[in-house]
């Protein structure tokens, strides 16, 4: 059983309060963050960690991302209730837990067998409807295509083609593009069958997307 308890939830208001301090404008992400106990996402010994605005190391030399990314990218690719949300890299699952708290639809793919495997374990017992999948994130999901909105979670040096086109037209890309010390948050609109439009937003660290199964 996931403990949630009056401590937990002052740390998390506190810290919805810091990252909408830090310009993160949506009410309704915001929301979110109140809800889902990022705690659950983390080993239990790390508590003090789990509500300050920091990634933090989980198993597999991977990183549950930073609560403000989170949000900054939750933003960017603006969901809608409802819409179809690939995610590629599904970590810890907190960030999935985010999606299908703002009632998308959510698909998500992880590489590593132990964290596909914990994090269906933490959506199960919150009683979530994510769909997880353990595949290579440069293939997406092609029997589940196509997408709303998909959103890549570690960096990629450029898009991967399979992804845009498993993109529904209109919709919309976001993803962390770049080498691997340094890489540009990107959105990507797809306009129609082969024009995406590109727009940059700020300087991130994600840890890197590599292909195949570990
Ligand atoms: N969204 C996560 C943060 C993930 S860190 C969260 O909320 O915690 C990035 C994750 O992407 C890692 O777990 C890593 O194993 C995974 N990853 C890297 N390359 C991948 C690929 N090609 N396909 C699927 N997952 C990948």
Same mark, same amino acid.
């Given at each position: 059983m996931i403990e949630d308890s009056f401590m937990h939830k002052g740390l998390r208001r %506190?810290? *919805?309060?810091? *990252?909408?301090?830090?310009?993160?404008?949506?009410?309704?992400?915001?929301?979110?963050?109140?809800?889902?106990?990022?705690?659950?996402?983390?080993?239990? &010994?790390?508590?003090?960690?789990?509500?300050?605005?920091?990634?933090?190391?989980? &198993?597999?030399?991977?990183?549950?991302?930073?609560?403000?990314?989170?949000?900054? @990218?939750?933003?960017?690719?603006?969901? @809608?209730?409802?819409? %179809? *949300?690939?995610?590629?890299?599904t970590g810890s699952g907190y960030q999935a837990a985010i999606l299908a708290e703002l009632g998308a639809r959510v698909f998500t793919i992880e590489r590593i067998r132990k964290l596909y495997q914990e994090a269906q374990t933490i959506h199960r017992e919150l009683g979530s409807q994510v769909k997880f999948f353990l595949g290579d994130g440069y293939q997406g999901l092609p029997s589940f295509a196509p997408f709303d909105r998909i959103l890549i979670t570690a960096a990629a040096h450029a898009i991967p083609e399979a992804l845009k086109q498993q993109l529904v037209v209109g919709g919309i890309l976001v993803a962390p593009i770049g080498e691997r010390d340094f890489q540009v948050m990107t959105k990507c609109v797809k306009t129609s069958m082969d024009i995406f439009e590109i727009s940059t937003h700020g300087n991130f660290v994600f840890v890197p997307m590599k292909e195949g199964l570990e």
């Open positions: %506190k810290l *919805v309060e810091q *990252v909408k301090s830090k310009g993160i404008k949506d009410q309704r992400i915001l929301d979110a963050m109140m809800k889902i106990p990022r705690h659950a996402f983390m080993d239990s &010994s790390f508590l003090k960690f789990a509500y300050q605005d920091q990634a933090f190391p989980i &198993s597999s030399g991977q990183t549950i991302s930073q609560p403000f990314t989170v949000a900054f @990218q939750t933003e960017l690719i603006d969901i @809608q209730i409802h819409q %179809k *949300v690939l995610e590629v890299g």
